[in-house]
């Protein structure tokens, strides 16, 4: 049985990620086991991992830092092994090489470019972007699968994972500016998305990813 690890470092929707998970686990012939955790020696070891990530890119990277060994256990894992990995949301962003929110801040610097904030080309649109929007491109890659182009996503946030390399954005959305909805660089994958709150689509994104095979 396959071991997936959902990574506790004191941020993100958690529970609701969790549940989300256990029911696209669920829905494959061979369920998976979830597990949540912050212990670096189950990180490293996991098949594949899962990031959540709920607030802002400085928070977030300082609470991975203040956990010893959790980045070297990802990083092991991910980067040596190249265990299927998932970020979702601020897990997204925390791939990039710096974030630009409160100041400056190195990211983990797997996939380059940065995180900035959106910048809406008409005043009425807000930010936060909040709510329901349309996925763009052809949706070809394997996490997407049975999804068709113009598929619905939930997103709730500020800023967003700006790559510097095009071929690593699997999706896109536009909000006022046409930003990455999901990158993708060999076994690593993000999304801006919140899958745990996007329903049937959602719930078929993760089972992919619990599929996967990069």
Known sequence: MENV?????GSGNLRSAEKALQVAAQSLPTSPQIVTTSDPE???KADRLVLPGVGAFAACMTALR???GLIEALNHAVQDRGAPFL???VGMQLMAARGLEFGQTPGLGWIGGEVRRL???RPRLKVPHMGWNTLEGGLDDDLFAGLPPGTHMYFTHSYAFFAADRADVAAW?????????????????????HPEKSQGTGARLLANFLAWRP
Do not use: K, M, W
């Open 66 to 68: 203040s956990r010893p």
């Open 119 to 121: 910048a809406p080309a």
């Open 87 to 89: 970020g979702i949301c």
């Open 5 to 9: 690890v959902l990574i506790d470092y």
């Open 173 to 193: 959305t536009t909000h006022g500016e046409t930003f990455p909805a999901a990158v993708r660089r060999g076994n690593l994958a993000g999304v801006q998305f």
């Open 42 to 44: 189950l990180i490293s």
